[in-house]
């Protein structure tokens, strides 16, 4: 640890400037990824908030929200073997103010369940995003999809799917909107068995049917990924030219006695100060960029995120340090110390 500081004191530019190139590299990989879990929130809080547990569409959806139909025998068969188990149903449409504000929303409808406020016929419960639109409880709304209005009666939070706040109605209103009787989904904590004719998806399962949510996540996620590995392939770099430089040194230090594993300490230390620093760094301007972000960015970066990437950098630089320092194994000292003085 010793030899490992000493240099650094000496060759402080060179450390400095891999140390910022980190920080930079793990702050954007931060944001990248308090981005990607904000616009989940943004996109599916809906079925997010709902606890863990089964998701059945009809057999022949094709995997898909959109074209399932649950039919009320198999809706009734469901509630004999779960009574706690609830059946839903989601179509994108529009609500519009008397001021003629046209919003985009996302219907919903579902039999009675203690995770969802209870609406009567005529009206509508909102996402308390709404609310900021100008949008008030008693405020009676239209819509292109119905001929009647509806009666604001109550705010929620956090709920919106398709990256619109969710409109919960009853399905009397929802049948006459959309022309169908039949529901899409059914929700179990548990997973029924013998239900004929129903797929059954996991809630991750059920999340990565959706198009917009699994493109959304795959694209940020594959760039956070290559951020880490640029981070792998930086230190692999640094730490190679570095010890390509001290190819004597490393030749006399052995021919003084100092064993290839102090030196590859050596290594590990100055890898493990430069990424704790870096990663300190970025970790608190990421945080505190969480508080002053503005309201349209849809960013949240957890504590555990934070950790969880801060350990795979880590990770990351401790395998790239090593693998440069794997020359350092194959160096003789008298043939180095030649090396140095040519």
Do not use: C
């Amino acid at each position: 640890m010793y030899m490992a500081w000493k240099e650094m004191k000496k060759n402080k530019v060179k450390f400095l400037i891999v140390g910022s190139i980190v920080s930079l590299i793990s702050m954007l990989t931060f944001i990248i990824s308090g981005l990607a879990d904000g616009l989940s929130q943004d996109n599916v809080s809906l079925i997010k908030n709902i606890p863990e547990g089964t998701f059945y569409m009809s057999g022949d959806s094709n995997d898909s929200y959109t074209q399932s139909h649950i039919d009320d025998q198999k809706l009734e068969d469901f509630k004999t073997e779960d009574e706690h188990s609830f059946a839903f149903s989601l179509q994108m449409g529009a609500l519009k103010t008397q001021s003629d504000n046209q919003q985009s929303v996302a219907f919903l409808t579902a039999t009675e369940t203690p995770l969802l406020n209870t609406v009567k016929s005529g009206e509508v419960i909102l996402d308390r995003s709404l609310k900021d639109e100008g949008i008030k409880i008693g405020d009676r709304l239209s819509s292109p999809q119905s001929e009647e209005t509806f009666e604001v009666v109550d705010f929620i939070d956090h709920q919106k799917f398709n990256h619109s706040p969710v409109a919960l109605i009853h399905s009397k209103d929802f049948n006459r909107m959309f022309r169908t009787k039949e529901y899409q989904l059914i929700y179990s904590e548990e997973t029924t068995e013998n239900m004929g004719g129903l797929q059954a998806f996991s809630k991750s399962e059920f999340l990565s049917t959706i198009p917009s949510y699994q493109a959304e996540q795959m694209t940020l996620n594959m760039i956070v990924w290559f951020l880490v590995v640029i981070s792998g392939l930086l230190f692999s770099i640094f730490f190679y030219m570095m010890n390509v430089q001290k190819i004597a040194m490393y030749g006399i230090l052995k021919a003084l006695g100092i064993r290839t594993a102090d030196l590859f300490q050596m290594i590990w230390s100055q890898m493990a100060l430069i990424t704790m620093t870096s990663l300190l760094v970025a970790a608190l301007i990421s945080q505190v960029f969480q508080v002053f972000a503005p309201d349209t960015i849809p960013y949240h970066l957890s504590v555990s995120t934070t950790v969880q990437l801060s350990v795979v950098f880590f990770v990351v630089g401790f395998l790239g340090s090593t693998l440069s320092g794997l020359q350092i194994k194959q160096i003789e000292p008298l043939q180095a110390i030649q090396q140095g003085e040519a």
